[in-house]
């Protein structure tokens, strides 16, 4: 059974910063691209960052350029996502997704079939 497991949100004043964390489980995603979602209630999951499988490629929002990084460390099926400077917009449930497609990056929500559980990342002003 695949698992990708989220970690490290919380509460935050704007302007810190926090690091996500996504261990997965059950499978190796070392030759699959890998990223992260955010979604407030009553809206889209839509895409933050996503990384292809050797972490030489990386997509931003134009929302959280300059300010996230995303990275990768396939020994340990694992991506991160630093958060720097967050702001009220940022907050969040932030999810971790895997993808199926060999060696490619996919942008799209869809492009991903595997999905943790979510994070919440809340932003005080």
């Known amino acids: 059974q695949v698992q990708l497991v989220e970690s490290g949100g919380g509460l935050v004043q704007a302007g810190a910063s926090l690091r996500l964390s996504c261990v997965a489980t059950g499978r190796s995603f070392s030759s699959n691209g890998m990223g992260w979602f955010r979604q407030v209630r009553g809206q889209e999951r839509l895409l933050v960052a996503v990384?292809?499988?050797?972490?030489?490629?990386?997509h931003y929002s134009d929302s959280v350029k300059g300010r996230f990084t995303i990275s990768r460390d396939n020994a340990n099926n694992t991506i991160y996502l630093q958060m720097n400077n967050l702001q009220p917009d940022d907050a969040a449930t932030y999810y971790c997704?895997?993808?199926?497609?060999?060696?490619?990056?996919?942008?799209?929500?869809?492009?991903?079939?595997?999905w943790g559980q979510g994070t919440q990342v809340t932003v005080s002003s």
């Open positions: 990384i292809s499988w050797n972490g030489a490629v990386t």
């Open positions: 997704a895997g993808s199926d497609l060999y060696k490619q990056l996919g942008r799209l929500r869809t492009t991903y079939k595997y």
